[in-house]
């Protein structure tokens, strides 16, 4: 399975997921924000930073960048897609996945390690973990309350597109401790806390490593398969 990170102007987050799927060895390329051709991946990540100096709103310009609009078609055509913190104000922004990234609460930077729980694992993604089972990662937004009318969160409630949730204390504001969603065929995932910052013991912490072990399971069915 090819992984492709996307790097935009202001991206500060790409080196660190391209360290954590080569370090699971799994053929990773960098795909500047110019490109218009992604049909050799698999996996698309859009990873965090500031994308574009974060001008407007956060993701506002990314969304109209050339590799965006062949990511749309990307996972409208079923393959993987996640985007962490900035990326998953991307995913938002372009209509990928619903709700919005706000400034947080008591509206300021937050940069901490803040406890998960997991909510899905019927997920290519989250297939590493176990029900219910509580991880740490770190966090470092500025607009990170997820935000959606009560029309919205009731779909994502009754349709199990919640897939993380803040467990304890609710860091930013979101609505129903909502830290991370996917859309409603599960190839599209948004959260805002940072797996790849927390993928190796040298960091402190694994728990981030599930997820990518699992979508790297994933590729290993797939070959048994065909």
Same mark, same amino acid.
């Given at each position: ?6 790097v935009f102007?202001? &991206?500060?987050? !790409? =080196? !660190? ?7 699971l @060895? ?8 110019e490109?218009?051709d992604?049909? !050799? ?5 859009v990873?965090? %930073?500031f994308?574009?100096?974060d ?7 990314a =969304? ?5 609009q @062949?990511?749309v078609k990307?996972?409208?055509q %079923?393959?993987f ?6 990326g998953f104000? $991307?995913?938002?922004?372009?209509g990928?996945?619903?709700?919005a990234l706000? =400034?947080?609460r008591d509206l300021?930077?937050?940069c901490d390690r803040?406890?998960?729980k ?6 290519p993604w989250? @297939? &590493? ?6 991880i740490?990662l770190?966090i470092?937004h500025g607009? %990170?309350?997820?935000?959606a009318d009560?029309d919205?969160?009731k779909q994502l409630?009754d349709? &199990?597109? $919640?897939i993380? =949730? ?16 996917c859309?409603?065929t599960g190839? $599209?995932i948004g959260?805002m806390?940072?797996?790849?910052r ?6 402190? &912490?694994t !728990? ?5 072990k %699992?979508i790297?399971?994933r590729s290993e069915?797939l070959?048994?398969s065909?």
């Open positions: 399975m090819k992984f492709g990170i996307v102007p202001g &991206s500060n987050c !790409d =080196r !660190d997921v391209a360290y954590v799927t080569r370090l @060895q799994q053929p990773t390329r960098m795909v500047w924000h490109e218009t992604i049909s !050799d991946l698999d996996v698309v990540i990873p965090g %930073g994308s574009y100096g001008y407007l709103r956060c993701g506002a310009i =969304r109209f960048s050339p590799v965006m @062949q990511v990307h996972a409208k %079923g393959k897609v996640l985007g962490i913190c900035n104000q $991307v995913l938002t922004e372009a990928l996945l619903p709700g706000i =400034r947080n300021h930077f937050i803040i406890p998960l997991v909510e899905r694992t019927d997920l989250t @297939q &590493s973990y176990t029900p219910g089972e509580i740490t770190p470092a607009e %990170g309350q997820f935000y009560e919205t969160i409630e349709n &199990s597109q $919640v993380f =949730r803040y467990y304890g204390d609710n860091p930013n504001g979101s609505v129903n401790n909502i830290a991370g969603i859309n409603v190839n $599209v959260m806390p940072h797996p790849e927390a993928a190796d013991p040298i960091l402190g &912490s !728990d981030g490593l599930g997820l990518f %699992g790297g399971a069915e070959v048994v065909g």
